[in-house]
């Protein structure tokens, strides 16, 4: 998404929420100390999180303030951003950022540029926000500046240029195994030899392969392995020189700078030496060794993370492109949503989903807003009721008045999620933290024992060896390969057990957490509406299942649902998660649940109303619904059923009342089915010290349950996207916050945590928004990510260890001219064998 104006400020706006800054016109919910606010459940979030920090504005701004932001010397950047008149936010996808030092770089870089006022890069996920006059800078300028640095910057709806990069990304390994093979073999069988008597050369082919290589053939023989390692250092290593400058420029060191300096160091030591010495030893062996073992590393932890994100390629985007416009004749044409205007008539159908913002000015559907809202259950809407983009029409039909902005709230939802991705800087990974101290010092060691060599009347090219080896063995490939192949441990383990790790981040970020968060509706419930609770007869049951047969409100679904199973364990009603859309139905008479059987009873008649539905079915009038109906219709309803329909709506539930002949003779009860072992899940969280909060956008009878529950500590109700994101921002002044949740309206949230869980049953924007997703909906699963964490965790730990003991040895024999650089790249091989062989061991047991 790019060029999405910047929402007002509620400091700016005294009428807007004082939580999330949505408008309040309308609204009368205050507190005692008279803020305002959008609903219900933004008041209660504040009042239980505002010590927490009452200012909002300060709340987003730690939120904003990470170590990228330091890194490059200027002030942190305020969550709301001073974005001045006349700019927009572009949001782009960066390839190559892997550290916080990238993320100081492309921001000061692109801050550097006209026209551009802020910017924000986060290489967590890949995204960098820059806000930017329009008419001074445009979005193609922006791209070239930032790929011009050496990345690649595209649209984050790009596929065709996030193919590329990925092209790139495996043209750049396969020319490095390929040439570096060929380098190699040149190696093992020409010039080895020379080094070593190979057992299966005899003296007279050895005396041979000596000459050769002290005369001007062999000269010429090491110019071509020296244009080979050429490609390798420049095309293949390109990435990690890039990282390497950046490092250096920003005097940040980092494992590329360390990797880089050992590479670059054995290629230019080689290339003089075969220019200036007349029989030359070359190292370019240890250069193509070094960049590829790093670059194959690095490339099997993204093959790893790519495959995991396959496995949710059965999420829907919900986002809508065309809309269907009403003309001045009456007729319907398709227009892209970009070319709505304030006032347009917009005709939207039973299934689909509305595209903007507006008003319904006629017509009467039920609409599931639990896109945007998290509202479980339709809402009736008729002319004059405000409707919000990406909810979908459950069942009916409404012309809609595009709203004065022609913006939908979803759209809003997106560009907060992109928002909160690019201001969710990365930490400084273990390595590169090592490395801000280790490169320096590798430096200083290579340098003096190369000038005492020189001062003990050691020979220039004597001295140089004594460096070089020093900086070889100094063992990059094992500090290189420690973080990426544990990472990628932790993913391949996390795969076997359906969790996609998208964010390879998490397992240094998150070790334990003090608040996981979940959300209700298709995290803690299934999102299926079913039948829970029954009052009235099989035959009745029958006749009124039939009936809502030809209904597609969900809860209709669920009772018409009933009739292969009257105890309520019907097939899958469906319609009641988060962003699931209700199956298209023709208004009035196509069937929404499965065909009917045939003994089911015969609908002769169908009628819908607002509070429910009405009908012939095998010559008996059925009345199916709230008991306003049957009132406004001259039904008796005994006061029994009525009691028992008021209980049951008191606990969040949906009761429907059931009658025929002109009476009420009962009721069912439909309701959104709970989640089986969110108990054991909830009070496993509860007994290991973590505190678990229930955030919802449902109405507050819908989470009475969880409030009962001894291991919830917190609910907080009828809460909007915006507000569930700035309550985590709140949660996580407090500690460690870990957000759990499957839509669209969870995606802020998720995105805003310090970690986001996503259930893999939901929606591509809340997958996209967070940095896990539990591919077979097993809540139980989010214990384990913790312990693939700290698993993955103690690996790095181990595999840096091994590597820094073996410098501890290897250093002062390189230092003291006991090691040559030959025998250093040896032991730097064995190294990094060892480091692969501990991290391809599993970091969990099957137990």
Known sequence: MSGTARPPDAGDDPSACTLCELPTEGVDVTDGDGNRFCCTGCRDVYGALGDVDVDADAVRERRQARDGAADDGADAPDGDRDVPDGHEATFLEV???????????????????????????????????????????????????????????????????????????????????LVGMAVMLQYIVLIYPTYFAFPFYDERTLTYLNEAMASTSGTYFFIVIAVLTTIVLFFTGKPILRGAYVSAKTRSPNMDLL?????????????????????????????????????????????????????????????????????ASGETESVSVDALEPDDRLLVRAGERIPVDGEAVDGDAAVDESVVTGESLAVRKVAGDAVVGGSVVADGSLTVAVGPDATSSLDRVAELVYDLQSGNHGVQKLADRLATVFVPAVLVIAAVAAGASLALGGAP???????????????????????????????????????????????????????????????????????????????????????????????????????ADPDGAAARPGGATDD?????????????????????????????????????????????????????????????????????????????????????????????????????TVTALDDAGVEVIVLTG??????????????????????????????????????????VGDGTNDAPALAAADLGVALGGGTAMAADAADVAIVDDELGSVATVFELARAAGRRVKGNIGWAFCYNAVAIPLAATGLLNPLFAAVAMGASSLLVVTNSSRALLSDD
Not at 487 to 500: C, F, K, Q, S, Y
Not at 587 to 609: C, I, L, Q, R, Y
């Open 259 to 327: 990797v880089a300096i050992a590479a670059v160091s054995a290629y230019l030591y080689s290339t003089l030496a075969v220019i200036f010495v007349e029989s030359p030893s070359i190292y370019y062996d240890v250069t193509v060794a070094i960049v590829v073992i790093v670059t194959v590393g690095n490339h099997y932890e993204d093959s790893v993370k790519t495959r995991a994100t396959e496995l949710l390629s059965e999420v829907t985007a919900v986002q809508v492109d065309d809309a269907r416009r009403l003309t």
């Open 698 to 739: 449902d109405d507050e009878r819908a989470a009475t349950v969880f409030a009962e529950h001894d291991a919830v500590s917190s609910v907080f109700a009828g809460v909007p996207p915006e507000g569930k994101a700035e309550a985590v921002g709140r949660l996580k002044e407090r500690g460690v916050t870990v957000m």
């Open 95 to 177: 390839d190559g950022m892997h550290c916080a030092t990238c993320e100081a770089f492309i921001e000061t870089v692109a801050t550097d540029a006209d026209g551009v006022s802020a910017a924000s890069a986060s290489y967590v996920t890949d995204t960098v926000r820059i806000d930017h006059d329009p008419d001074s800078v445009t979005i193609d300028d922006l791209t070239e500046t930032v790929s011009g640095l050496g990345y690649s910057a595209y649209d984050r709806e790009d596929a065709f240029s996030r193919r590329q990069a990925n092209n790139m990304a495996t043209a750049r390994l396969a020319a490095g195994v």
């Open 461 to 563: 090219t004597d001295a140089m060896l004594v460096g070089l080896t020093v900086l070889i063995v100094s063992c990059p490939c094992a500090l290189g390969l420690a973080t990426p192949l544990a990472v990628a441990a932790g993913i391949r383990d996390a795969l076997e057990r359906n969790i996609v790790v998208f964010d390879d981040t998490v397992f240094e970020r998150i070790r334990d957490a003090d608040t996981v968060v979940f959300d209700k509706t298709g995290t803690l419930t299934t999102g299926e509406m079913r039948l829970t609770a029954r009052e009235v007869d099989d035959d009745l049951l029958r006749l009124a299942a039939a009936l809502e047969s030809r209904s597609a409100h969900p809860v209709g679904q669920a009772i018409a649902a009933a009739r």
């Open 580 to 680: 699931g859309a209700t199956p298209a139905v023709a208004d009035g008479g196509a069937e929404a649940a499965e065909a009917p059987a045939d003994d089911a009873p015969a609908v002769e008649s169908f009628e819908s109303h607002a509070r429910g539905v009405s009908g012939v079915v095998d010559g008996v009038e059925v009345v199916v619904g709230h008991p306003d109906l049957f009132d406004e219709r001259g039904w008796t309803v005994p006061d029994e059923i009525r009691e028992a329909v008021a209980d049951a709506r008191d606990v969040g539930r949906v009761p429907v009342a059931v009658g025929r002949d002109g009476a009420a003779a009962g009721y069912v009860v439909v309701g959104d089915e709970l989640r089986e072992g969110w108990e054991e």
